[in-house]
Structure formats: C-alpha cells, structure tokens
C-alpha cells in the first residue's frame, strides 16, 4: 500500500483526488480502526488555519477568541454530523462504489464481535467435566 507524501496528503485533507495508486490507502484511511480521529484530523487542516487567522484580525482578544470558538464548534459539528457521507463521497471520487466503506466497517465490526464473543465463550461459558 503507498502512502502519500505530505503535500498529497494535505491537498487530499482538503478534498484533492489522489492518483489511482494511492487507491489502496483511500480505502485504509475510510475503514481503518480509527478512521474516525483521522477525519477528525484531515478536517483540522482547514479549519485550525482559519481559526488562527481570525486570532490575527483586530479587536479585543475575548472577542477574537470567542469567535474562534464559536467557529470552532460549528466547523466540527457540521463535520462529524455528515462524516460518514463525507467518507462515502470521498471514497467514490477515488473509484469505490458508494457504500463500500460503510460495508467494510461493518464486516469488521462484526468480525471483532465475534471474535469478542469467541473469547467470552472460551473463557466463562466452559463447563468442567467432572
């Protein structure tokens, strides 16, 4: 799987589609355990410098830093309210059909249940004979 240099990774933060090789670590990043904190994080990359921006601007400093804030809130709110459309349309652009990364996330957390529920079993539901 071939990672992305850095400027590749910050142009595909902000929504730039990746070449086709990079195909396999689209697909890491919408469906890894903690794909998530990595949307979370790629996310950050437009919204921290506009918040550091707004610090700049003239006035009184509760003022800046509640409207940072505030900016703050609603930026991330909206973000993670449509994360998993996000991730979808992200994924078709690269190629996937729509629905893939909700399928693989939910194979692996089935997978992961049952492993759970494997290892729950093995251990307090055995009887010993005797």
Same mark, same amino acid.
């Given at each position: 799987?071939?990672?992305?240099?850095?400027?590749?990774?910050? &142009?595909?933060?902000?929504?730039?589609?990746?070449? !086709?090789?990079? !195909?396999?670590w689209?697909?890491?990043?919408?469906?890894?355990?903690?794909?998530?904190?990595?949307?979370?994080?790629?996310?950050?990359?437009?919204?921290?410098?506009?918040?550091?921006?707004?610090?700049?601007?003239?006035?009184?400093? &509760?003022?800046?830093?509640? *409207?940072?804030?505030?900016?703050?809130?609603?930026?991330?709110?909206?973000?993670?309210?449509?994360?998993?459309?996000?991730?979808?349309?992200?994924?078709?652009?690269h190629?996937?059909?729509? &629905?893939? &990364?909700?399928? *693989?996330?939910?194979?692996?957390a089935?997978?992961?249940?049952?492993?759970?529920?494997?290892?729950?079993?093995?251990?307090?539901?055995?009887?010993?004979?005797?």
């Open positions: 799987m071939e990672r992305p240099g850095v400027l590749r990774w910050f &142009g595909y933060a902000v929504g730039v589609r990746l070449p !086709a090789r990079y !195909a396999d689209v697909l890491h990043d919408a469906t890894s355990k903690h794909w998530r904190a990595r949307y979370v994080l790629e996310r950050s990359t437009g919204i921290v410098p506009l918040c550091l921006v707004w610090l700049l601007l003239p006035g009184p400093l &509760g003022l800046r830093l509640s *409207l940072v804030l505030m900016a703050a809130l609603v930026a991330y709110f909206y973000s993670c309210a449509y994360m998993e459309e996000s991730i979808e349309h992200r994924l078709g652009k190629g996937f059909p729509h &629905g893939t &990364g909700r399928r *693989l996330r939910a194979e692996a089935e997978a992961a249940h049952a492993e759970a529920t494997a290892r729950y079993v093995a251990r307090y539901r055995t009887h010993p004979e005797g």
